[in-house]
Nanobody, 122 residues
Framework: QVQLVESGGGSVQPGGSLRLSCQAS????????MGWYRQAPGKERELVAT????????YYADSVKGRFTVSKDSAKNTVYLQMNSLKPEDTAVYYC???????????????WGQGTQVTVSS
């Protein structure tokens, strides 16, 4: 089973930037649509962005359009999320996963990693 590890989170001031990384234990990005998701305290996990296997098509939630960019490097088994112009409402734990996992509503440690914390505050 593929394992995904998120990294790159941290604490920044509003307007700052962070680059998140998601590294897989195996080569899956050439044939799986990947996505980034976030969960704020007391809220449900929400979709942030997706990228198709070939990397040619991306999707962004309205709340992050123009500020976030998702990309991938299949040779390194890694997907990225560049986050610019960060806002306090972006504060959440960020996760990556196969998009089909999210669409299927799967939960728990068998399907989701630890995520990486992003905190945006003054």
């Amino acid at each position: 089973q593929v394992q995904l590890v998120e990294s790159g989170g941290g604490s920044v001031q509003p307007g700052g930037s962070l680059r998140l990384s998601c590294q897989a234990s195996g080569s899956i990005f050439t044939n799986k649509q990947m996505g980034w998701y976030r969960q704020a305290p007391g809220k449900e996990r929400e979709l942030v962005a997706t990228i198709t296997p070939g990397g040619g098509t991306t999707y962004y939630a309205d709340s992050v359009k123009g500020r976030f960019t998702v990309s991938k490097d299949s040779a390194k088994n890694t997907v990225y999320l560049q986050m610019n112009s960060l806002k306090p409402e972006d504060t959440a734990v960020y996760y990556c996963n196969q998009h089909s996992i999210y669409l299927a509503g799967r939960t728990g440690p068998d399907y989701w990693g630890q995520g990486t914390q992003v905190t945006v505050s003054s």
